[in-house]
């Protein structure tokens, strides 16, 4: 999901009522009013000390109860009237509609914008028969820092305070995300567990633009026989592996996920291939050709100076260094709240600004290639490949997850089409290339 700007405006700009009555329902929020949990029970309650006593708390419950009903009905003609200016209709008959089936989704949007919208489809509040096309007009229309913002300024404030992308932090992601199960991504990435975006300029299939992907890598990079590569964030080992056989190199991949290195220390097995269980922080040695793919996402603002000067340090002087990473329209320093909860937790999306910054005076930026719009192709192709495998994973992930990975795709995939985020493969070099660097396509 295409990362959100810090400054957002309140549910009270929005709606015209106090931020306080705004309805966080069951999701623990401290300090919010939940209009909409139950009262306690008669016997719970203590007895009235008089007539007039029980006349009062009648009269209070009638208004609370009203009270809610208005302000209910008010989230629900401001959900209605945001998703109107993005063609969106509520119940109506494109498949990109959104169909309510619990009318408490419209106070949970309005409150916590991205993250309540995820998390309701989640709960199955709502369904959209063409989500991720739903989720374009969504997203086109910027309709998210339309509503919420408690949580996305939670996470402003805590990127400005805290690396994220610490030694110990960095480790998260591994755990939460990467090993989930590589039976998971076997059913989705395809023939190749290779979980960044296809390069689909010649290619028909999913196969075949992974395939193209990762040999404009090494076409770019000028692979041949006796050079020592470095694969940062290295996944399953499948570019290592490719690069090896296909080239002839030699070189080390270093990951922060058990099971990804498990599998890539088998499928390189015999190839002069070393996996590390490794922080790109603790590298110094040398390298012909340094690369990372998909995984610049999860180093963090704070450390981006740090990754290309442990790139720098470690590549040799007439080196390549290649960047493939998604990127962002506009800086921020942290990701969507749903996306941190659910997904990528300590992830955000860098900016061509910060990614300039923090390289200068480093290297020399050879070429920049944007090919995001592929990666909607991929994405849908990845759901699905999903889809298609869910009977034989259900048992083991459940219905939950099954609509949470959903949205999860979807939704990036609809990040990319409507042009938020960007795919980029950046060619750097220590001193610059002696007659210029052109670049394969």
Not at 162 to 178: D, E, S, T
Not at 328 to 344: L, M, R
Request: glycine share 10%; hydrophobic share 40%; proline share 4%.
């Amino acid at each position: 999901m295409a990362n959100q700007q810090s400054a957002r405006r309140t549910p009270s700009a929005d709606m015209g009522i106090p931020d306080a009555l705004v309805e966080t329902p069951d999701l623990g929020r401290a300090g919010a009013v939940n209009l909409f949990r139950p009262h306690p029970s008669p016997a719970a309650r203590p007895s009235p000390r008089s007539k007039n006593d029980a006349r009062r708390n009648g009269r209070g419950g009638a208004e609370r109860f009203g009270l809610a009903r208005m302000l209910q009905k008010t989230a629900q003609d401001r959900v209605a009237k945001l998703l109107a200016t993005a063609g969106v209709r509520i119940d109506d008959d494109a498949p990109w509609d959104m169909r309510v089936h619990d009318s408490r989704v419209y106070s949970r949007i309005i409150a916590h914008g991205s993250l309540g919208l995820g998390e309701a489809y989640m709960d199955g509040w709502w369904d959209a028969e063409d989500l991720d096309g739903f989720l374009e007009r969504v997203l086109a229309a910027r309709l998210d820092q339309r509503v919420g913002g408690f949580d996305d300024a939670a996470l402003y404030v805590q990127s400005k305070l805290i690396n994220l992308q610490n030694g110990l932090r960095a480790r998260i992601v591994g755990k939460r995300h990467y090993d989930l199960g590589n039976d998971l991504f076997r059913a989705m990435l395809g023939k190749r567990l290779v979980y960044s975006c296809g390069y689909w300029k010649n290619a028909a299939d999913l196969d075949a633009a992974q395939e193209a992907k990762l040999d404009l890598v090494c076409r770019k990079l000028g692979l041949r026989p006796g050079l020592r590569v470095l694969d940062i964030g290295c996944g399953w080992g499948e570019a290592l592996e490719f690069a090896a056989t296909r080239y002839g190199v030699s070189g080390v991949g270093v990951t922060i996920s058990k099971e990804q290195a498990t599998f890539a220390r088998d499928l390189c097995a015999g190839l002069p291939i070393e996996i590390r269980l490794q922080d790109y922080r603790e590298l110094d040695e040398p390298f012909d050709r340094i690369w990372s793919i998909g995984m610049f996402e999860h180093v963090g603002i704070k450390n981006y100076r740090n990754y290309f000067e442990v790139t720098r340090r470690c590549l040799a002087a007439d080196g390549l260094n290649l960047l493939h990473t998604i990127g962002g329209n506009e800086s921020t320093n942290h990701t969507d709240p749903w996306i941190e909860k659910y997904i990528f937790p300590n992830s955000m999306i860098p900016s061509a600004m910060q990614i300039g910054a923090a390289h200068e005076g480093l290297f020399v930026m050879e070429d920049w290639h944007n090919f995001g719009a592929d990666y909607d192709r991929t994405l849908m192709a990845w759901r699905a490949n999903f889809e298609s495998a869910w009977p034989d994973l259900q048992e083991k992930y459940g219905e939950r997850f099954y609509r949470m990975w959903r949205f999860y795709l979807s939704a990036s995939a609809a990040s990319f089409r409507c042009r938020r985020n960007q795919l980029w493969q950046i060619v750097l070099s220590p001193n610059g290339v002696a007659q210029g660097y052109a670049s394969p396509r």
